[in-house]
């Protein structure tokens, strides 16, 4: 790709959306800067009620900080709060202490935006009791960034929660349970099959025939099985416990994962709720790994709703809660978005 020059607000905010491949929403969004160089972007949920700012701050710019390259950052807000001459400025003391982490750190906040349903406008204005003044969102459509970056092929989707596919369109509670009963008998054997048969699927790219998917599906319902693919999935020899985190220095085969993803996806057509925590799981899972964090928390709620107790989804949910990022998804060599 060509170097990307920034030269207005609307430049760098449509950069966001498309760096993510969606229009955040409730999220602040930090866009770092490497010298003349555009570093990664870092999306996070806007912090609740219950969340200090001190915390939240620090949380926010240690992540930033894992550019070691970064110089300075552009931070953008999206929100549905009201932010016009009338309203105080939402997250002042959020902002301030953010600022002052992130100074304190060597980054240089070069600028602050607030990006509304309708318009968008720099975070200090005139007063710094309030904000700038207003842009349409449509002056995004019309920038150069945007157009370059369309012309690249580049697209930005309303938000970043997949479709979750039609659960249990093809329904065959009876195949899966024989597939789980088929595997008692020999269970050692059978997890060898399943194991390898998920290999051959994701790495030739197979259509899965309704029984192939019912014997992996029925394989996922064992933990150690699932961990097993999980931490092979990306095709990386890296401990289990480093690939599962995201937190190996080489780069993830990202296109194996999206055949994962796929096949996964796959099988929540044929899952009843009994058996469907294990693909939802792993799917809220990739999408940690690749920095989506709404659609990793969409996947893991409708997870908890079938089965309140899996341990894994109730883990992950946690981390997703602590706003932890996945390693991969902070560094510019391994981030999802930057191999495709």
Not at 68 to 75: G, H, K, S, Y
Request: aromatic share 8%.
């Amino acid at each position: 790709m060509e170097p990307i020059r920034i030269s207005s607000p609307a430049d760098a905010i449509s950069y966001m959306g498309h760096s993510l491949g969606y229009w955040p929403k409730e999220s602040l969004v930090c866009l770092a800067l490497e010298g003349k160089t555009l570093g990664p972007t870092l999306r996070v949920n806007l912090p609740g009620t219950t969340d200090p700012s001190e915390s939240y701050a620090e949380r926010v710019a240690h992540a930033v900080g894992f550019d070691r390259d970064a110089t300075a950052v552009l931070i953008a807000l999206f929100t549905h709060q009201p932010w016009g001459p009338e309203h105080p400025k939402p997250f002042a003391a959020m902002i301030q202490r953010l600022e002052r982490r992130l100074l304190a750190a060597g980054l240089l906040v070069h600028d602050v935006w607030i990006v509304g349903p309708e318009s968008f406008a720099t975070y200090d204005g005139a007063n710094p009791a309030s904000c700038g003044k207003e842009t349409p969102l449509a002056a995004f459509e019309s920038c150069l960034m945007n157009a370059e970056l369309v012309y690249q092929g580049s697209s930005v989707a309303p938000s970043d929660s997949p479709a979750i596919p039609e659960l249990f369109a093809a329904v065959d509670h009876d195949a899966v349970r024989s597939a789980i009963s088929a595997m008692s008998t020999n269970p050692a054997h059978s997890l060898d099959v399943a194991y390898q048969l998920w290999m051959d699927l994701i790495d030739h790219d197979g259509e899965p025939t309704h029984e192939q998917l019912a014997e992996v599906l029925a394989a996922l319902q064992h933990v150690g099985l699932r961990d097993q693919i999980l931490a092979d999935m990306p095709g990386i020899n890296e401990p289990m416990a480093a690939t599962l985190f995201g937190a190996t220095e080489d780069a993830p085969q990202w296109d194996r994962i999206d055949s994962s993803e796929k096949l996964l996806r796959q099988l929540l057509t044929i899952a009843t709720p009994t058996h469907a925590a294990a693909p939802l799981t792993m799917l809220g899972h990739i999408c940690w790994w690749k920095g989506r964090g709404t659609a990793a928390a969409n996947y893991l709620h409708v997870a908890l709703t079938f089965d309140p107790d899996y341990h894994l989804a109730r883990l992950l949910d946690q981390l997703l809660g602590a706003g932890v990022v996945s390693g991969w998804a902070q560094h510019k060599n391994t981030a999802y978005r930057n191999h495709h």
